[in-house]
């Protein structure tokens, strides 16, 4: 199973992982997109998985998670279910005034 992984507003993540997308294979089928997020951290190492995750496990509250474009993933929904040829977008929402 293949999955796309795209960055928006992540230059620390991009620098990293090469640039701002990427695309992901899994053995199994039954794949979430807490499973995804385990997958880049082991892949590419702590610094991404530290800026990826709180010490509690979730999505760090300053980013968004979004699915095929047509979808926002709450965080406490990170066990949500992924397909073969899925679009998952992690993006940092910025804020101001």
Not at 24 to 51: C, Q, R
Not at 58 to 71: A, G, P, S
Request: charged residues 25%; proline residues 3%.
């Amino acid at each position: 199973m293949k999955v796309t992984v795209e960055f928006l507003s992540l230059p620390t993540i991009t620098k990293i992982v090469g640039g701002k997308s990427l695309t992901l294979n899994f053995l199994d089928d039954t794949v979430t997109i807490n499973d995804l997020i385990k997958k880049l951290a082991n892949g590419y190492g702590e610094k991404v998985g530290s800026f990826l995750l709180e010490e509690s496990g979730k999505l760090d509250m300053t980013l968004k998670c979004h699915l095929n474009r047509e979808e926002w993933i709450p965080r406490d929904q990170l066990d949500r279910p992924i397909k073969d040829g899925d679009l998952v977008t992690f993006m940092m929402l910025v804020g101001g005034g």
